[in-house]
């Protein structure tokens, strides 16, 4: 069974961590860039990064971000020379900034550089990035307008989004709607629609692609609540409904063959498996990822 | 006394800081950036940083160069992904270079990027390099020809020299200039002639200004042997002498109103003063500072 996932940070990396030891290493991520920008001089690539420091099994797992155990001395004295400290960069972690963004100024492609960076930290899944171009995600917000996506999430701490701007120009990777036409089963991770999966749900061809195939999503949200980040705050800022189940796959609005919640979450409108959905431990991961995938055959 | 100090790196930057206490802090210093090089993307000026950082008591005093008690997680990181790491950056020390990519990147001249660097250091010298322009040395080999300075120090460890390459563009700092022009003396540190002082000397204007100025060297060479660096071995391979104070004298042509050796290293041909020239400790630069000006006050 041929499987692409659609992956944003955290929760998606966790899911595509047991995806890849469930189906023994032959799967190929899609990974949001939109949440990509530039600190210190540096490319960073958030969620190529937690997705594949997840996938190594290097990961911090506390934290969903950056290396384990990883020192954090550079950016102390980035401090201590009144440069900008509110985007917390560790010493191992700069390695990999400082690797893309030598890459990229030398005119490699983002996917070629991830492949590099892959190999080289032993991950066998394939990891694309949705774009080999820049693709910003802008938050628009009540108190500060339009904000670049890392400033919204970390600099000020995810204040009232008024809406979300998805840049128009990108291309979608080659590779990875090639990898979507050839898929007997796509995942999309337990991440935030607006800002993880519809960044690369929305780049010209993903969304033609996805409608030929079995696509499973899993729900970030549980009772409720966000198990990870703002979206609890988001969904009804930008939908007007109450932060549910429901309303994630509303948001998908018929993309979806059938969709994964948290035991007692109830949702109307497509074929639902409803399962332990928080990841916390491998073992967890292991378990979600084998359930999504019978599923998934269960829809084919 | 307006004092103005030409400094490479280790030897150089601990009579400037020698002399910055014995002034208390009215000192300009102009430093080589004949080695800076980039490397890992990243903005690096050696001598600068060696200067700064001793000067701002920050130095690491037994290896010369780098932050004391600096760590090198971030270089592990690399070697990891394959990147080059022949040349070795220190976590704290790369928020230096990091500051000085982005500042150049963005426009700001190295003099004022220096400056402020400086300020956040606590350093009280005026620290400027010898130009905001790049001006690479490059060293021609028998082994491997025309090698940037720092792959032919560092990763080829010296191999042996044809000739010395300065490249003919450059222009002098013009505050650099207008300070020879103003001091009352000038201070050349226990530098390498042909690739720590000639860089500077050999700008437009400096040889010039430097002429009508009291100008007082200290000897790299001590008793036949360098102090630090590949000194004894260059001059032979260039002038044809043993390695020797004298052999520096002559180097510098004329240039010099007076010449520092340490006791035992006999020289004809300018006054000199004979003295302990090498610096063990934080008083031994004290001393040999005030003995430097000194000499220079009755040459005045």
Redesign the interface.
């Known amino acids: 069974m041929k499987v692409v996932a659609l992956s944003g940070g955290v929760g998606g990396a966790r899911l595509v961590e047991g995806l890849s030891r469930a189906l023994d290493g032959d799967l190929t991520v899609v990974v949001n860039t939109g949440d990509d920008c530039v600190h ?3 490319a960073i690539a958030p969620d190529l990064d937690t997705v594949m420091y997840t996938l190594a099994g290097l990961g911090d797992d506390a934290r969903g971000w950056g290396l384990g155990g ?2 954090f ?6 401090r ?4 900008a400290s509110w985007f917390s960069l560790g ?6 900034h ?2 893309r ?2 890459a990229l ?1 030398r005119g490699e492609p983002l996917d070629a550089l991830t492949a ?2 892959c190999r ?2 032993g991950v066998r899944a394939r990891v694309l990035p949705m774009s080999n171009e820049p693709a910003p995600t802008l938050v628009d917000t009540v108190a500060h307008g339009l904000l670049p996506f890392q400033e919204w999430l970390v600099l000020h701490r995810a204040p009232e989004v008024r809406r979300i701007v998805l840049p128009d120009g990108p291309r979608a990777l080659p590779a990875a709607l090639d990898a979507l036409e050839a898929a007997d089963v796509v995942v999309i991770g337990p991440s935030n629609p607006y800002v993880s999966v519809e960044p690369i749900t929305r780049l010209p061809g993903v969304r033609d692609a996805l409608s030929r195939r079995i696509v499973v999503a899993l729900s970030p949200i549980v009772g409720g609540a966000a198990v990870k980040g703002p979206l609890a705050e988001m969904i009804p800022a930008l939908s007007g409904a109450p932060p549910s189940a429901q309303a994630v796959l509303e948001r998908y609005g018929g993309l979806l063959s059938g969709f994964v919640v948290e035991r007692g979450d109830e949702v109307r409108g497509a074929p639902s498996l409803a399962t332990d959905t928080i990841m916390r431990t491998r073992d967890d991961r292991l378990r979600l990822a084998r359930e999504v995938l019978e599923f998934a055959r269960g829809l084919a």
Do not use: F, N, Q, Y
């Open positions: 210190w001089g540096l990883d020192t001395s550079a950016l102390a004295a980035m201590a020379l009144g440069e010493d191992r972690d700069l390695a990999t400082l690797t963004t030598a100024a590099r960076l080289a930290l």
